[in-house]
Structure formats: structure tokens, C-alpha cells
């Protein structure tokens, strides 16, 4: 088969356009190197959908940002994916400070954000107790949101997949050629995918996927961010998300609820870390420590449950790169998607299907395209609706994750989605088991034995997340346990 456009990256681009191509009657293959989808950028990173008045007004970050935050929301109600419109603060502590949110608050207006006010040191207590005495104001944007943005790219790939989309998992980019008129792509394992389109939404690999096809036009290097994640008993502290005043290095250091009822600290910034450097280190911990103070004393670190990195694109040119190749008219770049990338998401794939039916992509609508979706989340059901869900189906009465209360029968459901988990994280980002405070120590177990059980894989052979994280290593000689 020939495709009409082959997507290169699963992240929340990579999805979002997949979701948005399956809405017509094209050929289209969505290529991920890892064996799951977001497990990139889009896996670990702050969580928000940002209101919009951070980029400078005529940028693509600018231009995408306030009408992705939009397109967000609609899309999480129509997917039932967790968001809460939280609203954000960017808190000054001194006239310098002040000076910066006056430009936001005008970026932001520029920009088409709804709401924004400025606020006294006093009015931003009064709505969050907790932050210090020494913030002398801030700037509030009511429609910055939080949510979990793995399940975002999921549901959109699912959303996908359902509509006609093909996913290949596992399937790592060596090559793209050009023959007889079609992109070769080319995987390590030597598969080849052709197709009449490519689009690079290749993350912090863009550039490299770039110069498969001659185009040396940009570069991007890394910066890694570190965060905490406290347990639920801190979750409290804060309803809105708490930045400080952005600087060279980026937006700073955030204090934030989650939208899972955690609290998240960080990142801090480490320009130039590498592509794949997702370690955590006790010194630049101890640096998010550190700034967050000055946001607030009352997060009580002792209660961290996780410590966990990110790894963000640094463009060259400071800005989204998105438009077609100079190198081949075919090609099509959305690279170099930093922050606000996951917000904007939406309103770049909508922009980038355009660009890719004006060239001739075919454009007719499906007429039975499948919207919608509806996940059975049991904690947060009445007393009355899981006493339903049980006599329909006992499983959702076999707890499995304690910390979390995830139900045997929600695991079950994630491993008969669209697209199949078959690692033990896969089960965590679909349903939140592991999630808690012992963080999978008592349900892992029970997890690899449910995925065993209903996917017929070896215990042996299941994974905790990528490639090689076998769990097991095989039998006792005595017993037959497995080790």
C-alpha cells in the first residue's frame, strides 16, 4: 500500500493531526519508534494547557497557543478525557516583576486570551492562602488548564485508529528516500513504509528526520526539566497553577495541582542535556526545592511519591516551525514544538491538515466517522452506579491498584482499547494504576498477570515500559516460581 501521508512521531502533534486526517478519506499511517504512543516529550512535561500570554504576539507559538487552549477543551469533553480549567497565575515580587506581567497581560490581550486581570498581593491570597507574603501581584488568567497529557494523545490516536488510521508501533525511522515519485521510509528492523506525504513530527528528533531528506534548514537541541510530584495529601495546597515570572531559560518554576489530585514542583533547566537524557540528579532537585520557595514554604517535599524528567525541543529559530520542506514540497515540517506545543496541538493539526488537502491530500469528509468515547472511571461513580457496574461485570469489584482504586475490570477495559497496552506502564498511563504513593509496588504484580492472562504473553516477556525493561528474568529451579 501506498499512504497518502505518513506521520512520523505519536506525540500530541503526531496524534492530533492522525485524529484530524481520519475525519477524511485519506491513507494515513502514524509511525512511533517506542512500542506505545506519547511516551516522548508528551509523557513528561508540566501537564498544562496554557492560556496563551507568554509568546510574543506574530509568532507561531502566539498564533497557535489561545485557539488550541479552545480546541482542548472541546476535545476532552468529546474523548471523556480528564481537564480542569483551573486558571493560572504568573506571581511578581517586586516592580521589576510587575513591569513583566503588564507585558504578559498585553501579550495576552494581542493574543485573543479571554479574562485576564491583574491582580493586588492581597487578591492573590485571598484565592490561594498559600502562596508568600512577599508576592506583591500577579496576572490570573481564568482559561490556563491542567490535564493528562498522555491520556490526550491517546484518546486522539485511539479517536484515530478507530477511524481508519494505521498505527505502527516499534517502528524506528533509519531512511526516507525518494522513489518513482513516493517517500520510502525505512526502519532499523528494515520495514518499509511508503507514502505520497510524510509529515515530521519527529519531537526532539525532528532534525534529524529533517536531514533524512536533505533539509539542514534547522536544528534543535534539548533542555531537560526535572519536577517533583507530591502525594495526593499535598494536592490541597494549591486550585490553580502557580508560576513566577519567566526568564531566559524559560517559565520558570511552577507549583501546580494535577489533574489527578497530586501536586507537581518544577522544572528546572538544563540546556544542552541530550536528546535522550531523562535522569534525575540530586542537585538540580534540590534546585526546584530551592525556587519553589519563593512561590510558598508549605509544600512538604518529605511527601514526594516521584521524581521524574522531561525532555523539551530548543528550535533554533525560538519559534514552531511548521510549513512544507524547501528541500521537498511533500515534506512537511512541524518541528521544534516547545512549550506551549501541547496546548497549541490541536489548532496546528487543524492547520496542518489544510495545508496538506490545499496540496492535494484527499479531503472528502467520511460519512461515518466515529466521535466520541466513553471511559468508566469506578472511583468516581455513586455509590448506587458501582453497584451496577459490579452486577454487570464482578471484575469492577476486584480492586487492584488500593492506592489508586483501580478495579480489575477498568484494567480489562484498557487492554480491549484500540490500541493494545502490553507493557505494565501502558496500563498506568490508561487507567492510573501504579499511579499512587507506593507507586506500584503492591498492584504491579497483579497488573503483569492480567496482561498475561488476557493478551496470552508470557510473564517473562512482558515489559515494564520501552524496550528491554523486562521485569522478569524466568523460573526458580525448585518450584517453577517465576523470578
Known sequence: MTYDVAIIGAGAIGCALAREL??????????????DVAMGTTCAN??????????????????????????????CEELDIPFRRCGSFVLAFDENDMETVGELFENGTENGVPGMEILSGEEVRKMEPNV??????????????????????LAMAEQAVQNG???????????????????????????????????????????????????????????KGQYYILDKNQGGLFDHVMFQCPGPLGKGILVSPTI??????????????????????????EKVIAASKKTTEAVDFRQCVKNFAG????PSNHDFIIGFSKA??????????????????????????????????????????????????????????????????????????????????????????????KTVDGIKRRCGAGMGRCQGGFCGPRVLEIISRELGIEPEKI?????????????????????
Not at 522544572?267 to 540530586?282: I, L, Q, V
Open 311 to 314: 525532555v523539551r525541543c530548543e
Open 22 to 35: 481520519s475525519k477524511r478519506k485519506c491513507k494515513t499511517v502514524l509511525i512511533e519508534k517506542e512500542n
Open 463 to 483: 515489559l515494564l515500559n520501552s524496550e528491554g525493561s523486562y521485569i522478569l528474568s524466568g523460573k526458580t529451579g525448585k518450584g517453577g516460581d517465576i523470578l
Open 260 to 285: 489527578h489530585g497530586n501536586l507537581m514542583v518544577g522544572p528546572d533547566a538544563n540546556p544542552g542535556s541530550g536528546k535522550d537524557n531523562t535522569a534525575t540528579d540530586r542537585k538540580g532537585l
Open 132 to 153: 508568600s507574603e512577599k508576592c506583591v501581584g500577579a496576572l490570573f488568567a481564568p482559561s490556563a488548564g491542567i490535564i493528562s497529557p498522555w491520556e490526550f494523545a
Open 165 to 223: 488510521v494505521e498505527l505502527r508501533l516499534s517502528f524506528e525511522v533509519d531512511s526516507i528516500k525518494k522513489e518513482d515519485g513516493n517517500f520510502v521510509i525505512r526502519g532499523k528492523n528494515r520495514e518499509k513504509i511508503e507514502a505520497k506525504f510524510v509529515v515530521n513530527a519527529a519531537g526532539v528528533y525532528c532534525d534529524f528526520v529533517a536531514e533524512m531528506i536533505g533539509d539542514k534548514s534547522f536544528s534543535v537541541n534539548s533542555s
Open 328 to 421: 521537498d514540497g511533500n515534506f512537511l515540517n512541524l518541528a521544534g514544538i516547545k512549550s506551549p506545543g501541547l496546548s497549541s496541538s490541536p489548532a496546528i493539526a487543524a492547520d496542518a491538515a489544510k495545508m496538506l488537502f490545499d496540496a492535494g491530500v484527499p479531503s472528502e469528509e467520511k460519512e461515518n466517522f466515529i466521535s466520541g468515547r466513553k471511559i468508566l472511571r469506578f472511583r468516581e461513580l455513586s455509590d448506587e452506579e458501582k453497584a451496577e457496574a459490579i452486577k454487570k461485570n464482578p471484575a469492577y469489584g476486584r480492586i487492584i491498584c488500593r492506592c489508586e482504586t483501580i478495579t480489575e475490570g477498568e484494567i480489562i477495559d484498557a487492554l480491549h482499547r484500540p490500541i493494545v497496552p
Open 46 to 75: 508540566s501537564a498544562i494547557i496554557h492560556a496563551g500570554y507568554d509568546p510574543k504576539p506574530g509568532t507561531l507559538m502566539a498564533k497557535h497557543n489561545a485557539p488550541g487552549n479552545r480546541m482542548a477543551g472541546e476535545i
